[in-house]
């Protein structure tokens, strides 16, 4: 199995809504990402979890709260977004930080703030 | 800083080769990836290099110059499917992204029939 699964794949909630955006993986991969995708630009690096302890916060909002519940789960908790927080939500994993030039990424979840 | 630079469109034929090129400045340099990505779909993982040189897999080939601080991806036999946007990167070496990849904006290939 070397597929990042990530559900649900469309989201669209107003600005009052709470909701959770998740990830799983079956490689035994101890790296996990999230990255944020605006439409015609690159990925942007959001958070890192290395054997589920959250080692970078790049500075995101505390709108998006990650939470790592075990070595193959990801979740992203969506509280207050703003319409700017639009975008399409990637999740990644690599074996570990040290190996992550080749990123697993799953299929991403389209997210619509209205 | 730290920086990478691709051609933002690309538009070949059908058959055709072509070359995105990436030039990066960065300092601490690991190596190189290209990913694929394409319209509505996940980035997947091309290559990667780490020395200089050519590494061929199937029709793509990804070329490292580490003295010259660029690299490129080369497809040959260019497919319809081959349209997608393309992204070099780098591992950050500053700030709270150091060590984890940053991607160049991306280079758009349109194949034509």
């Known amino acids: 199995d070397t597929e990042v699964t990530q559900t649900p794949k469309h989201l669209v909630m107003g600005m009052t809504n709470k909701k959770s955006l998740k990830c799983e993986q079956h490689m035994g991969h101890r790296a996990m990402y999230w990255y944020k995708q605006k439409a015609k630009k690159p990925p942007e690096l959001m958070f890192v979890y290395s054997y589920e302890k959250l080692s970078i916060n790049e500075s995101v909002p505390s709108r998006f709260s990650p939470e790592c519940p075990n070595s193959s789960l990801l979740n992203l908790h969506l509280h207050a977004l703003q319409p700017e927080d639009s975008a399409l939500y990637l999740c990644?994993?690599?074996?570990?930080?040290?190996?992550?030039?080749?990123?697993?990424f799953g299929s991403g979840t389209q997210l619509s703030v209205l | 800083g730290q920086s990478l630079e691709q051609p933002s469109e690309v538009t070949a034929v059908e058959g055709a080769i072509v070359q995105i090129n990436c030039t990066y400045q960065t300092s601490g340099f690991y190596g190189l990836s290209w990913y694929q990505q394409h319209d509505g779909g996940a980035p997947t993982f091309l290559s990667y290099?780490?020395?200089?040189g050519l590494e061929e897999t199937g029709r793509f080939s990804s070329f490292l110059s580490r003295s010259d601080s660029y690299g490129y991806l080369l497809l040959q036999e260019l497919q319809m499917k081959d349209s997608a946007s393309y992204f070099c990167a780098v591992r950050a070496n500053y700030g709270g992204s150091q060590g984890n990849l940053i991607f160049g904006k991306g280079t758009k290939l349109s194949v034509k029939p």
């Open positions: 290099n780490a020395l200089d």
């Open positions: 990644a994993s690599s074996p570990r930080t040290a190996s992550n030039e080749k990123l697993f």
